[in-house]
C-alpha cells in the first residue's frame, strides 16, 4: 500500500490532482482511504470528483484522528 501527501493552498488544485490521480489508480478491488478535514470537504470533493471523472466509487473517508487510529490497529 503506497501513501501519498498533497498539500496546497487551492483545494481546486489538489481536486484536480486527486481527480487524476484516480484514474491511474491500478486495482478497484481495494478501498482507497481518503483523509479530509472536515465532512463538508468530504461532499464537496465527491461531488466534485465525480462530476470530472462520471464515476467516484470504493473510497473510504476518515478524519485525521480516525487514519492514525485505524494505522495503529492493523
Known amino acids: 500500500m503506497g501513501f501519498n501527501?498533497?498539500?496546497s493552498n487551492s483545494i481546486e488544485k489538489?481536486?484536480?490532482l486527486f481527480c487524476?490521480?484516480?484514474k491511474e489508480k491500478a486495482s478497484w478491488q481495494?478501498?482507497?482511504p481518503i483523509v479530509v478535514q472536515t465532512e463538508g470537504i468530504q461532499k464537496w470533493l465527491t461531488q466534485e470528483v465525480a462530476a470530472?471523472?462520471?464515476i467516484f466509487a470504493?473510497?473510504?473517508f476518515f478524519s485525521p484522528n480516525d487514519f492514525v487510529r485505524q494505522i495503529?490497529?492493523?
Open 20 to 22: 487524476k490521480s484516480i
Open 58 to 60: 470504493n473510497f473510504n
Open 30 to 32: 481495494m478501498a482507497t
Open 5 to 7: 501527501i498533497y498539500t
Open 52 to 54: 470530472q471523472n462520471k
Open 72 to 74: 495503529f490497529q492493523m
Open 14 to 16: 489538489l481536486s484536480a
